[in-house]
């Protein structure tokens, strides 16, 4: 499938605006696995060894850390990074930083005494700094005003299917939008439903909605229910997608197409890529998790104020969305995404996609050996990393992005690192949020904290580290073994393809697209968890 060609057909601008968030990954000691560098798109036969994960349900809204002493790094944090507050983080922060009765529980009911404001028959996220948990600090997931759970206002929102602790109530009318997509309809027919109490939309068995145990697809949905008569901007994004969901791309398009799931062969390409979906007006983002949310505090970061992305009038949207079932009983495909509307709009924040096309070609590694794909733009101009996540499957164990200060030979300062695929951080560069340190020495997932800045002049790089042997497919028994996969190639698919894409948004400028970088990849983006 030439992505290549799709995207020169359509002629998308690279610079486009967007939203998303992120995670925290758990720690795992083991040693590094021997590997030397090689040039983008080749491979070398593995010596021994790959890195360990066993998958397991993505925890509920992932959380930042309060600031603690780094572990040895072998590199030094992001020199872009504002000092960071030390002790315990506030609760308009990124969330509790220690264990809450909340997060211990999060399908529990808020009890009557905590609730911030009535809950019971509630409608509407409210938005606002008021809490729906009075007695619990702000968890962008699990108690957040601008995306009330379902389970907290309906307590009798029980559905036969994982995932009902994703489902949130849409914005206050006027102040935003919901789009989704559901078995029941329109969004506007699902609340409807879902307002009487009627679950009954849920008992559907058809095949487009209902996944089986090992079913994988990658398909587009459309729907015209943003609902905007005008043009207008937003800022605040909060994403939810049920259980078994892997990715979701949303784009808006000028296209009268009937709404629902667009038939195809093989796997969907994004909504921007594929010509057949109208011309496109917007990118609104999308994301690598179930919970997805912009910005990670309750308030906006002091340096976000006037930031602003634009929402065309009343678009087709269009969901590019990977599915795939690990589980012994049926998933069902659905989401709910609230977009706040922004007032104060100065400063426009751009999203950039890192991929080369040429990796669709080039990714191409046999059974039994370990490569590296390694990429990096040149920066021109000084621009403020705003966010950043990487998108992977199962073979690659390391996920790393680096600032080279000054171009060839400057000094590496890792500013996104990930040994986990099946729990893919997003992190957030601001002077409120507190990313886990980097700490490849543990493997665990870490990030430079504070506001980072591109000088011009910088080379920013991003290596996934692909380990294609029998030793990595062990570590996962729904993974196959290499040698019943064959080649693995450019390909959306959970076990059997790979990809190494880096997403993220900017100000001040954009990046364009990445290139295949032949420089030696540095030790800390080879490092890998080990067999267990």
């Known amino acids: 499938m030439n992505w290549k060609i799709a995207v020169l057909g359509l002629g998308v601008p690279l610079t486009v605006a967007c939203g998303s968030a992120g995670g925290v990954a758990t720690t795992e000691e083991a040693p590094a696995v021997p590997s030397v560098p090689i040039a983008p798109g080749t491979a070398t036969t593995a010596a021994a060894g790959s890195g360990a994960i066993t998958p397991a349900a993505p925890p509920i809204g992932p959380t930042a850390t309060p600031a603690a002493p780094a572990a040895t790094a072998p590199v030094a944090p992001a020199s872009g990074a504002t000092p960071q507050p030390t002790g315990a983080m506030s609760a308009q922060a990124t969330g509790a930083t220690t264990p809450t009765a909340m997060r211990s529980c999060p399908t529990c009911a808020i009890p009557p005494e905590c609730q911030g404001f009535p809950l019971d028959g509630l409608k509407h996220s409210p938005g606002g700094t008021v809490l729906p948990n009075k007695c619990e600090p702000f968890h962008r997931t699990l108690n957040n005003p601008y995306a009330v759970r379902c389970i907290d206002a309906m307590p009798s929102f029980k559905t036969p299917y994982p995932g009902d602790e994703y489902c949130i109530l849409p914005p206050a009318e006027g102040k935003g939008t919901q789009i989704g997509f ?128 634009t929402f065309p009038a009343n678009p087709a949207v269009i969901f590019n969305v990977h599915h795939f079932n690990s589980q012994d009983k049926n998933l069902v495909r659905e989401a709910w995404n609230n977009i706040w509307w922004e007032e104060d709009a100065r400063t426009v924040v751009s999203w950039y996609m890192g991929l080369d096309f040429t990796q669709v070609a080039a990714l191409n590694v046999r059974p039994g050996e370990i490569a590296d794909f390694h990429y990096a733009w040149n920066v021109g101009s000084d621009v403020r990393l705003v966010r950043m996540f990487g998108h992977r499957h199962f073979w690659t164990t390391n996920l790393t992005s680096w600032i080279e200060r000054g171009g060839s030979g400057g000094k590496n300062e890792i500013v996104y690192q990930s040994f986990d695929w099946f729990d893919m951080p997003t992190f957030r560069y601001d002077s409120v949020v507190m990313n886990p340190p980097v700490n490849t020495e543990q493997r665990q997932d870490g990030a430079a904290s504070g506001i980072v800045t591109l000088k011009a002049g910088d080379k920013l790089h991003f290596n996934c580290h692909i380990e294609f042997t029998n030793e990595r497919g062990a570590t996962d028994n729904k993974a196959p073994s290499p040698s019943e996969v064959g080649t693995l190639r450019f390909a959306n698919e959970a076990y059997n393809g790979e990809m190494c894409i880096n997403f993220g948004n900017v100000t001040g400028g954009g990046l364009g697209l990445p290139g295949a970088d032949g420089s030696p990849v540095p030790d800390f983006a080879k490092v890998t968890r080990g067999v267990e």
Do not use: C
Not at 202 to 227: F, I, M
């Open 182 to 309: 559901h078995p029941q309809g329109t969004t506007k027919e699902y609340w409807e439903q879902i307002w009487a109490g009627d679950l009954s939309g849920y008992d559907t068995q058809d095949p487009e909605w209902v996944l089986p145990p090992g079913d994988e697809r990658t398909q587009n949905y459309r729907s015209h229910d943003a609902g905007n008569p005008m043009a207008t901007n937003y800022y605040r994004t909060y994403f939810r997608m049920r259980t078994g969901s892997h990715h979701m791309i949303i784009t808006m398009h000028d296209t009268t197409e009937p709404d629902g799931w667009i038939p195809g062969a093989g796997e969907a390409l994004p909504g921007f890529l594929d010509p057949a979906s109208g011309a496109t007006v917007g990118i609104l983002g999308g994301a690598q998790r179930p919970d997805d949310n912009t910005p990670f505090s309750l308030e906006k970061p002091p340096e976000d104020d006037g930031y602003y992305l």
